[in-house]
Nanobody, 130 residues
Framework: QVQLVESGGGLAQPGGSLRLSCAAS????????MSWARQAPGKGPEWVSG????????FYADSVKGRLTISRDNAKNTLYLQMNSLKPEDTALYFC???????????????????????WGHGTQVTVSS
């Protein structure tokens, strides 16, 4: 079955960095677009960033553009999120998620719609505080 296991979260100071990883199994990782989403305490889920199947196209929420970088290693079945210049408002539980379709066109509209994803990990906590 599909499994997505996030790691790499922790406590960081404002301005600091973290690198999140998502180990995928149970499906052909290289065939599917993937995304990162987050949920802060008391708030709904927020899409953060997405990447197409071969890594050639990346998409970002305005709130993270220029600070977070999504990437993937299809040989290792792993998705990454490099987080730099962290802010307290980045504090959240971060999830990776898998696109449900092999043939969906990858646009910011399709990437940001949670209805287009069919598997989620349990998340890794990121806390940004001094």
């Amino acid at each position: 079955q599909v499994q997505l296991v996030e790691s790499g979260g922790g406590l960081a100071q404002p301005g600091g960095s973290l690198r999140l990883s998502c180990a995928a199994s149970g499906f052909t990782f290289s065939s599917y677009a993937m995304s990162w989403a987050r949920q802060a305490p008391g708030k709904g889920p927020e899409w953060v960033s997405g990447i197409n199947d071969d890594g050639s196209d990346t998409f970002y929420a305005d709130s993270v553009k220029g600070r977070l970088t999504i990437s993937r290693d299809n040989a290792k079945n792993t998705l990454y999120l490099q987080m730099n210049s962290l802010k307290p408002e980045d504090t959240a539980l971060y999830f990776c998620t898998k696109d449900s379709s092999l043939n969906r066109p990858h646009t910011i509209a399709t990437m940001t719609s949670f209805q287009n994803y069919d598997a989620w990990g349990h998340g890794t906590q990121v806390t940004v505080s001094s």
